[in-house]
């Protein structure tokens, strides 16, 4: 027999992309979703990437994907197996709230008897920039858990792993089972063969209510920012170099 | 009445700009809710405690100091247990730390320990009634998002650069505290911390930073970079993604969408074109000064102040007369 096989779950959310021009909803507390494309938010793309390189490297194992939505959620699972996953839950709710301690009860609930080694999840989702799903899960659950990391290495029944500081950078070590949140760096997300997205449709798609629990944190208000005032050319070369000078000590104040 | 617990961060037994940041936000907070007090926990190897003085000067009216010799490296396992512990018995309204990497670990710790709502990244804190209200800029700081946080207690983590600290004078009263969990009992050990460039703020501290992009055309040039950076005296140097790709800059230089969101006073973004997700890192920064060759280039857009020319050519003039600027005052 070779090294031990991995269970892992990688939990995934599934958001609007990143380059869209966002309007309000006419509720003005959302987003309007007309017209926005949506799929596997980046940080979870690295996750699950990082999972089946894992799970490729060490021969056997499961990658299973997990996400709290709706059921448009479904598409982006059914990506994930496509990528290479072995199956997927659906925790379903109407939306995913704002309060990431209840989505963090959800996924434990689905968790915690699932013999998982590994559970991974992105440092954060591009729409509410939080980071505290995965490591509420790890708390719930028990289990070490290491946020934000950029290169993570699994043998032996345990992990290392790289984060990133401010100006600095943390090598550690830990015990599976274990949570682990991933920054890019990790791993680039493949995309789907059509021999993958075939082999998908006869994957295992579970769905089941979330267990989310008392919601105390909701959305009030969402606007977008106040506009910058439109940029301003103040000369070319060299030659401008003066006047910026000036503006930067008269102007701006911060020379 | 309600009190207010912060967690200060400290690295090398200094206190992180964050950590007043996040003093000078609970001070504000307890005194929105009819005045409480303003508790600070600071947790470090023996010796972190001189650094309760300057947390009474910007507002703490008690130091909690956690002095222990296995807390010389982030024992997050330690640290979150013991602040935990701390706010349990203290009754407080809300724990309030920074977001930056070590408060985006312990928050949520912090949340699920204590069972308490948590807000992140947060940009303005008020009491509406039973309920905090806290702004967040979502999407990558295209969508403001304001929360409503129900529940006695809450965790708030408080974006770096969103509130400035203030002297705000008590006489702290500190109290030494043992760690509610032995740090070398920690599942997850750190082997090794490896420190980046030294003798530069971080680009999260720093009032002024200068950012490369491609259009310095080699890693070699980013030395112009850091002789600009090195006129202004205070300034941290950034980079763009397609840089930190080319390993011309570590990643961690790397400022964008998914990099480091920063807001500095003064941002200089040199050979940038200012793609959309560069600009969801940057475009909160007070003043943004734009230099490069194409005069369509999208950073222009933003640039309070846009030269357009060679960077090659610009920036050492810049760095120049800024040396000449500071010399004279």
């Known amino acids: ?255 | 009445m309600a009190n207010v617990l912060v967690f200060a961060e400290t690295r090398g037994n200094a206190l992180r700009k964050v950590a007043l940041e996040a003093v000078t936000a609970a001070r504000a907070l307890a005194d929105a809710s009819g005045g409480g007090e303003v508790h600070a926990i600071v947790a470090g190897p023996p010796g972190v405690g001189a650094a309760a003085q300057q947390l009474g000067a910007h507002g703490a009216d008690v130091v909690y100091v956690v002095e222990h010799a296995g807390l010389s490296s982030f024992e997050r396992e330690s640290i979150a247990a013991t602040v935990a512990e701390r706010a349990k018995q203290g009754g407080y309204r809300a724990v309030l730390l920074g977001f930056s990497t070590q408060g985006r670990d312990l928050g949520p710790r912090l949340a699920a320990k204590l069972d308490a709502p948590i807000a992140s990244d947060v940009t303005e804190i008020s009491v509406a009634g039973d309920a905090i209200v806290a702004k967040h800029p979502g999407y990558a700081n295209k969508v403001i998002v304001t929360l409503t946080l129900s529940g006695s207690l809450v965790v708030l983590t408080v974006r770096p650069g969103a509130y400035t600290p203030k002297e705000a004078p008590h006489s702290a009263r500190t109290e030494s505290i043992q760690p509610a969990v032995d740090p070398s009992a920690a599942r997850v050990v750190v082997k090794q911390v490896v420190e980046g460039a030294k003798g530069r703020p971080d680009l999260g501290e720093a009032p002024i930073i200068i950012a490369g992009g491609r259009g310095l055309k080699a890693a070699d040039n980013f030395k112009l970079v850091e002789e600009l950076a090195d006129a202004f005296g205070n300034a941290a140097v950034g980079a763009t993604r397609a840089v930190t790709d080319d390993g011309w800059r570590p990643h961690s230089d790397q400022i964008g969408q998914t990099g480091r969101q920063v807001s500095p006073q003064l941002y200089v973004a040199v050979g940038i074109s200012g793609a959309i997700q560069h600009l969801a890192g940057m475009r909160t920064s007070k003043t943004i000064v734009a230099i490069n060759k194409d005069k369509d280039a999208p950073i222009f857009k933003v640039a309070d102040y846009g030269i357009v020319g060679d960077v090659l050519e610009v920036v050492p003039a810049l760095t120049t007369a800024v040396k000449a600027a500071r010399a004279s005052h």
């Open chain 1, 1 to 255: 027999m070779g090294a031990p096989t991995v269970k892992i779950a990688v939990c995934i959310k599934r958001t609007p992309d990143s380059e869209s021009r966002f309007r309000i909803a006419s509720s003005g507390i959302a987003i309007d979703e007309a017209g926005l494309k949506f799929d596997i938010d980046d940080f979870a793309g690295y996750a699950v990437e990082a999972a089946l390189q894992i799970n490729e490297k060490g021969g056997g194992g499961e990658t299973v994907i997990v996400a709290v939505g709706p059921d448009s959620v479904q598409e982006s699972l059914r990506k994930a197996m496509s990528m290479g996953a072995d199956r997927a839950v659906q925790l379903k709710a109407d939306s995913v709230p704002a309060d990431g301690l209840a989505v963090a009860k959800a996924l434990a609930a689905e968790l915690k008897d699932g013999g998982y080694d590994l559970i991974l999840f992105g440092k954060h989702a591009f729409d509410t920039s939080a980071g505290v799903v995965g490591t509420a899960t790890a708390e719930l659950l028990g289990l070490p858990c290491v946020t934000a990391v950029s290169q993570l290495d699994v043998a032996n029944g345990r992990g290392s792993a790289r984060r990133e500081l401010e100006g600095a950078a943390e090598l550690v070590e830990f015990p599976l089972p274990a949570v682990v949140t991933i920054d890019e760096g990790v791993a680039r997300p493949r995309y789907p063969s059509l021999k993958g997205i075939m082999a998908a449709k006869k994957k295992p798609l579970e769905s089941k209510p979330a267990q989310l629990g008392a919601v105390r944190v909701t959305v009030q208000k969402a606007e977008l920012p106040p506009e910058r005032p439109a940029g301003r050319i103040i000369g070319e070369g060299a030659a401008a170099v003066p006047e910026l000078v000036r503006l930067l000590q008269n102007e701006a104040k911060v020379l």
